[in-house]
Structure formats: structure tokens, C-alpha cells
């Protein structure tokens, strides 16, 4: 069975997915202009002590950074978002032990040509392994294979250090852009920058924005690498952006209901100790919620609920909305009594009673869209689906404690329950 659903919650959510788009390709371009600020207010700094202890210090700091942002990945298993950072840790230590001489000597030329052959396939490839915790085989290697890769293109140099030294001379002699980069190198690093917007935007992972940021900021360093201290400011960038967007990640896992994508009982508890003065809680039910996923199956519950959501977002007038848990909602109004929601409520509980549900048959929907579209009115012959809720609310009027407030609510939706359902009731 397929859920087939009216544009209105089409529109906020292509609203909603264009804003998260936005938001993961601004950050990695704001790390990279801090990063740009920060190298220029050095610079214009006059030298003498105090300026010397600050480089020291801003050498330093990508290392702090990318092993904190290595620690946030593996204690919340990230398996793939550790291994790039983990895999930049590696790149940036490689800089700073390797390529402080010029690059025509050796091993740095091998050293040089190597990496930015494999950091921009590296990246392409983090880009499209799918989510691993760090126990499984392919997260094993995820985080292991930057190490791993370090250490044989050690022992090969060692054992034969004219390895690769006639193609990375030729790398260097045949640069682009006026840059340090071979044509092969810049077309990598472009590929790469262009996979990580597609996904950027396909996707829209935190993920993906990491290693946009990652394939930018690593093609300026390695592209004019011969400015001064360029390495440590652009790889401080990358690890300020791993460490925000694993942090993001984190706080969206705890504060966030997945199905539904709005805030869980978590966020409804951290939102209600914020509260100061009037306010009321509403506690929404979806009716007969067990018969339909009987009925229908699971997934067109998950989707039921995730349309109860959107509707809760879209119609709430200034009200918030979090998953309580299973088909319970609860909407959370600073500000306003019981008797200044009642009629939002009343509105909410029309909107999802008269939005239909048109249960779809799977096996007869028309491969071409065109085709679905005209035969989208015969569809509704299958089966539609009515939802319902029941309401209870209660303010902050008589008892300011939250929890007080809340079992008032609950009481109230029980009242409505018992009452036929798909009604509002009032503590």
C-alpha cells in the first residue's frame, strides 16, 4: 500500500528541505571565511612575542580540534565521520612533519603528489559508504584506512625512495591555476566538490556538508600551500566544522523525533524549563491508532503519523509540537491560557479530520508520473483513510508546575477519549 499525500504538507516540507540545504552549505562556507578572517587578523598582527606564541598555539590547534571531533565520532558511533576525521588528523600531521621543505625535495614531492591523489578519492568515497557504527567490518575499515595507508606508503618510500618522484616532479612542473595542484589532482578535487554538493543537497546529512567543507579547504592548503602557515588555518576551519556538525548531530539524535523529524519528550522537557508566566499544554491523540497499522501495516502508521506532525506544525498558531511517544503528541503554547487555544485546537482537529489519506495500491501505480497523475482520481476508489484525533488541554492558570499541567491535560484527552473521540476538551 502507498499513502498518497495533498500539497500543502509538500510545500512545507520542500520549505523545510530547502532551508536544511541552505543551512549545510553555509556552514562549511562560514568555517571556511572564519578561517580566511582569522589568517588575515594574524597577519596583520605585529610580530614579536605575543605573535610567535599565537602561531605556536594556532599550530596546535587543529590537532586539538580534529582528536575531539575523532572522539565525538567514535563515542557516538560515527564510523564514517570518524574515519575522515581521522584520516585529515592523519593529512595534517603529514604537512607539518613532511612538507615544511620544498616540495621538490624528497620524500616531499612523493609525499605531496601521493596525497592529493587519494584525499579527494578518499572523500568521494566516505561520501558514498552508507552509515556504519564503528564495530562493523566497513566502519573497522573506515576509520582504519588512512593509518593503514600511511604507514605502507611509509615503508614502500623507505624501501625505494625514488618511488614516484618522476611523476610527482612532473605533477609539480605542470601545476594549474598558479597553483601547487597537477591537472589530474584539480580535476579530482573539482569531482569531489561536486559529489559533495549533489549529496549535499540529495541527502542533506551532516555528513556530506563535513566533507564539502573537508575537499575545500584541503584543495586551498595543498593549492598554495607555500603561504605562510596556510595548513594550520584552513585545517583549524575543518576541524571547527567536524566538530560543529558531529555536535549537531549528536543534539538532533537527542532532541529530535526521527519519524516525525519535530521534538521529542527530551526537547518537550529542556522547552519546559524555560517556562515563565502563563502557558498551556495540549496533549493530542491519533484515534484507533492500532487499527490502522492492523490494518495497513506499519509503514502507512509511520506515515500517518508523520501527516499528524506536519498538520501540528503547519496549524499550531505559535504553538510548538513534540512526539510524547507511540501516537501521542503534545503542542506546548508560551504564553497563552487554555482559553486562547481552544479554538487553534478545535482548528487542528478539523484540518487532520478532513485530510484524506489516499490508500494506493502499489502493484497497479503507474511507473510514468504523467500517467499517475491522470489515474491519481481513480486511485481514490482503493481505500481512503480518515485520521482523528482527541485533545485534551490544560494552563499554567492554577498550577505553574509543569508536570502538574501536563497529567491535567492527559486527564482531559482521557475525558475525550471516553467521549466519543475526535474532540478538544478543556481541564
Not at 568555517?31 to 599550530?59: H, K, V, Y
Not at 605533477?171 to 549529496?199: K, Q, W
Not at 560543529?244 to 523529524?261: A, H, K, M
Not at 482527541?390 to 491535560?409: T, W, Y
Request: proline share 3%.
Amino acid at each position: 500500500m502507498l499513502c498518497y499525500y495533498k500539497g500543502s504538507i509538500n510545500k512545507e516540507a520542500l520549505l523545510q528541505s530547502m532551508s536544511s540545504i541552505i543551512m549545510r552549505l553555509a556552514v562549511p562556507a562560514i568555517c571556511f571565511a572564519a578561517a580566511l578572517i582569522l589568517r588575515n587578523q594574524l597577519l596583520s598582527m605585529a610580530p614579536g612575542n605575543s605573535t610567535e606564541d599565537l602561531i605556536f598555539l594556532l599550530l596546535q590547534l587543529p590537532y586539538i580540534l580534529l582528536v575531539l571531533a575523532a572522539v565525538l565520532a567514535l563515542l557516538s558511533d560515527h564510523a564514517v565521520e570518524a574515519g575522515a576525521t581521522i584520516g585529515i588528523l592523519c593529512v595534517y600531521w603529514l604537512i607539518q612533519s613532511q612538507l615544511q621543505v620544498p616540495l621538490q625535495t624528497q620524500p616531499a614531492a612523493q609525499i605531496f603528489y601521493l596525497i592529493n591523489l587519494l584525499l579527494p578519492c578518499l572523500l568521494v568515497g566516505l561520501a558514498f559508504m552508507p552509515e556504519q557504527n564503528c564495530r562493523q567490518p566497513l566502519g573497522i575499515a573506515a576509520i582504519a584506512l588512512v593509518p593503514v595507508m600511511v604507514i605502507l606508503l611509509a615503508r614502500l618510500l623507505a624501501f625505494d625512495p625514488n618511488l614516484f618522484l618522476a611523476s610527482a616532479q612532473q605533477a609539480l612542473d605542470n601545476s594549474l591555476f598558479s597553483s601547487h595542484l597537477s591537472a589530474i589532482s584539480t580535476a579530482l578535487y573539482l569531482v569531489a566538490f561536486g559529489v559533495c554538493i549533489g549529496l549535499c543537497i540529495y541527502r542533506q546529512q551532516p555528513l556530506e556538508s563535513s566533507l564539502l567543507g573537508c575537499t575545500l579547504m584541503s584543495y586551498i592548503t595543498f593549492g598554495w600551500i607555500h603561504l605562510s602557515n596556510i595548513s594550520a588555518f584552513m585545517f583549524t576551519g575543518i576541524g571547527v566544522l567536524l566538530s560543529i556538525n558531529l555536535t549537531g548531530s549528536l543534539l538532533s539524535i537527542g532532541y529530535r523525533d526521527e519519524l516525525t523529524q519535530i521534538g521529542n519528550r527530551r526537547a518537550l522537557k529542556q522547552s519546559a524549563k524555560t517556562l515563565r508566566g502563563s502557558y498551556s499544554v495540549a496533549m493530542v491523540d491519533a484515534d484507533y491508532f492500532k487499527k490502522i497499522n492492523d490494518q495497513y501495516g506499519h509503514d502507512l502508521g509511520d506515515q500517518a503519523l508523520r501527516v499528524i506532525a506536519g498538520l501540528l506544525r503547519k496549524t499550531a498558531d505559535g504553538g510548538k509540537a513534540f512526539r510524547y511517544g507511540g501516537e501521542e503528541f503534545c503542542l506546548l503554547f508560551k504564553g497563552k491560557s487554555k482559553q486562547e487555544v481552544i479554538d487553534t485546537l478545535e482548528n487542528i482537529r478539523q484540518a487532520i479530520a478532513n485530510y484524506d489519506m489516499v490508500i494506493r495500491d502499489k502493484k497497479h501505480r503507474p511507473k510514468a508520473s504523467k500517467q499517475g497523475e491522470k489515474r491519481r482520481g481513480a486511485s481514490r476508489r482503493n481505500g481512503e483513510l480518515r485520521l482523528t484525533v482527541s485533545i485534551g488541554v490544560a494552563s499554567s492558570d492554577s498550577s505553574g508546575q509543569f508536570e502538574q499541567v501536563l497529567k491535567k491535560a492527559d486527564k482531559a484527552l482521557y475525558r475525550a477519549k471516553a467521549s466519543g473521540r475526535n474532540q478538544v476538551q478543556a481541564a
